[in-house]
Antibody
Framework: EVQLVESGGGLVQPGGSLRLSCAAS????????MHWVRQAPGKGLVWVSR????????NYADSVKGRFSISRDNAKNTLYLQMNSLRAEDTAVYYC?????????WGQGTLVTVSS | QSALTQPASVSGSPGQSITISCTGT?????????VSWYQQHPGKVPKLMIY???NRPSGVSNRFSGSKSAYTASLTISGLQAEDEADYYC??????????FGGGTKLTVL
């Protein structure tokens, strides 16, 4: 059974940092491109970032470029998202998902709240 | 990286068919056949319904179908059922090696 389990969310002050993790199982993680997608409360899905299978190539949405960093540890079957200089508008549920090119597996999401 | 354009809401009666449009540009929808559609019920995780414009994953009802013409992709749901009431999102790969979602469409089954 495919499982993606996110962790690391929580309440953080503006300007703060947080590191999200996504533990994968049930599929070939090391051969899969992985993504982070977020959804602000009551809003739509927004693509955040992706990393290729060996971690050598990454891409980011303009809204997070320079502040967020995606990485992976294939030995641990784990995906990460390091989030720095957090803003109120980063408040959202963050999902990890597998693609390309379609997001076929999704985690349950972890809530990040940026507030003072 | 502007969001793809979807209608905010659509509605239909049980048994009817509805179509949700998803309009992009030459840099996304018009560039590749990598358009996909997702269903999301309130408080739930998005579910892949259509991939690569018109393909259904295993287990998805054949009442769901997809198509594309130029810069606009479409999701059609035939024989509407109460359980189809949900939010629907389209997504496309882009020429910038990024992905973009539509703003979402709320489907109401009357």
């Amino acid at each position: 059974e495919v499982q993606l389990v996110e962790s690391g969310g929580g309440l953080v002050q503006p300007g703060g940092s947080l590191r999200l993790s996504c533990a994968a199982s049930g599929f070939s993680f090391s051969n899969s491109w992985m993504h982070w997608v977020r959804q602000a409360p009551g809003k739509g899905l927004v693509w955040v970032s992706r990393i290729n299978s060996d971690g050598s190539t990454t891409n980011y949405a303009d809204s997070v470029k320079g502040r967020f960093s995606i990485s992976r540890d294939n030995a641990k079957n784990t995906l990460y998202l390091q989030m720095n200089s957090l803003r109120a508008e980063d408040t959202a549920v963050y999902y990890c998902a597998r693609a390309p090119p379609s997001f076929d597996y999704w985690g349950q999401g972890t809530l990040v709240t940026v507030s003072s | 990286q502007s969001a793809l354009t979807q209608p905010a809401s659509v509605s239909g009666s049980p048994g009817q068919s509805i179509t949700i449009s998803c309009t992009g540009t030459s840099s996304d929808v018009g560039a590749y056949n990598y358009v996909s559609w997702y269903q999301q019920h309130p408080g739930k995780v998005p579910k892949l319904m259509i991939y690569e414009v018109s393909n259904r994953p295993s287990g998805v009802s054949n009442r769901f179908s997809g198509s594309k013409s130029a810069y606009t992709a479409s999701l059609t749901i035939s024989g509407l059922q109460a359980e189809d009431e949900a939010d629907y999102y389209c997504s496309s790969f882009t020429t910038s090696s990024s992905w973009v979602f539509g703003g979402g469409t709320k489907l109401t089954v009357l």
